[in-house]
């Protein structure tokens, strides 16, 4: 990706026989160019997050979580520790690791998010 631009470069996958990374221009699904394509709204963007890194100076390495909506970018969360890639979710976990605790964070809110929405559709009269 051009951090000047916003242009795309190809995404890259796991190659179904393990060995390596291939690379995927167009999304798997909707078949929208990935390769090529420049993200909207690119400018403001990253105007947002290098005014995020300045502001939480000195941290030098902050893996910022940005998402693109109508009304412009928003700041979802600053990693002062990156995630791990995805892969590291769903490998089998360590010997004496008994859970992960990013998957038993998502499972939690996983389960609040389905409380919640039990108890509005309980609250609508019918």
Known sequence: MSIETGLLA???RRRKDG???????H???TGMEIEGAVL????ALRTLALRCARLFRPLRTVGWDIALTPSGPVVV?????WDPPNDALLAPLPPGVSKHDMLEGAR???SEASQQREAKRRAIPT
């Open 77 to 81: 969360e600053g990693n002062r520790w």
């Open 27 to 29: 999304h798997p699904i």
């Open 10 to 12: 190809a995404a890259g």
């Open 40 to 43: 909207p709204g690119w400018e």
């Open 108 to 110: 939690k809110l996983r």
């Open 19 to 25: 060995t390596g990374v291939e690379p995927v221009t």
